[in-house]
T-cell receptor
Framework: GQQLNQSPQSMFIQEGEDVSMNCTSSSIFNTWLWYKQEPGEGPVLLIALYKAGELTSNGRLTAQFGITRKDSFLNISASIPSDVGIYFCAGRPGRIEGAGNNRKLIWGLGTSLAVNP | DVKVTQSSRYLVKRTGEKVFLECVQDMDHENMFWYRQDPGLGLRLIYFSYDVKMKEKGDIPEGYSVSREKKERFSLILESASTNQTSMYLC?????????????FGPGTRLTVL
């Protein structure tokens, strides 16, 4: 199936550093979502973006819906040890074929974040 | 808050056994999904359902079937478990009227097939 290009694949940073990760697609998207998954748990929604150019914050997290509708980024400022986990981007394509496919999300492979205290 | 629960957090089965993974959501969501997650492969969609008794194949349906007899419950069935089905299984749900497609996940079931 289709996948988003998410980078970097992994990051190992010092506590207090800022983090940036992004997702790109070859086609346009109507929605960009960012999830975090902690070890042994299911993904939890962090930020949802619905309009091109939209910039949304959730505490130390900031995400933007790219103006071309083909990309999104997530920034984490002043990282702390509890930021450890896998961050996934997901999106809902702008042009969808198939009756059921408007319910599906397209996923990136995730960015694994490790924070050294 | 949306709550999605899965019947087991950890499950160990033997090759050839029939395995049932159950998922229940309490927010009256129309859409439900089953994914499997393997290291380096991200989340891969197995099946999804957009109404009772309705189902559609995802990207990797081979070796799996599903059942949705009630709106709140979506079951994943491994007819004859094999070792390559050892994985983390995640259930999710979303609201049909939410055109944005936001999905809410359960905690996952880690299945080991010996």
């Amino acid at each position: 199936g289709q996948q988003l290009n998410q980078s970097p694949q992994s990051m190992f940073i010092q506590e207090g550093e800022d983090v940036s990760m992004n997702c790109t697609s070859s086609s346009i998207f109507n929605t960009w979502l960012w999830y975090k998954q902690e070890p042994g748990e299911g993904p939890v929604l962090l930020i949802a973006l619905y309009k091109a150019g939209e910039l949304t914050s959730n505490g130390r997290l900031t995400a933007q819906f790219g103006i071309t509708r083909k990309d999104s980024f997530l920034n984490i400022s002043a990282s702390i040890p509890s930021d450890v986990g896998i961050y996934f981007c997901a999106g809902r394509p702008g042009r969808i074929e198939g009756a059921g496919n408007n319910r599906k999300l397209i996923w990136g492979l995730g960015t694994s974040l490790a924070v050294n205290p | 808050d949306v709550k999605v629960t899965q019947s087991s957090r950890y499950l160990v089965k033997r090759t050839g056994e029939k395995v049932f993974l159950e998922c229940v959501q309490d927010m009256d969501h129309e859409n439900m999904f089953w994914y499997r997650q393997d290291p380096g492969l991200g989340l891969r969609l197995i099946y999804f359902s957009y109404d009772v008794k309705m189902k559609e194949k995802g990207d990797i349906p081979e070796g799996y079937s599903v059942s949705r007899e009630k709106k709140e419950r979506f079951s994943l069935i491994l007819e004859s478990a094999s070792t390559n089905q050892t994985s983390m299984y995640l259930c999710a749900s979303s609201l049909l009227g939410d055109g944005r497609g936001t999905q809410y996940f359960g905690p996952g079931t880690r299945l080991t097939v010996l």
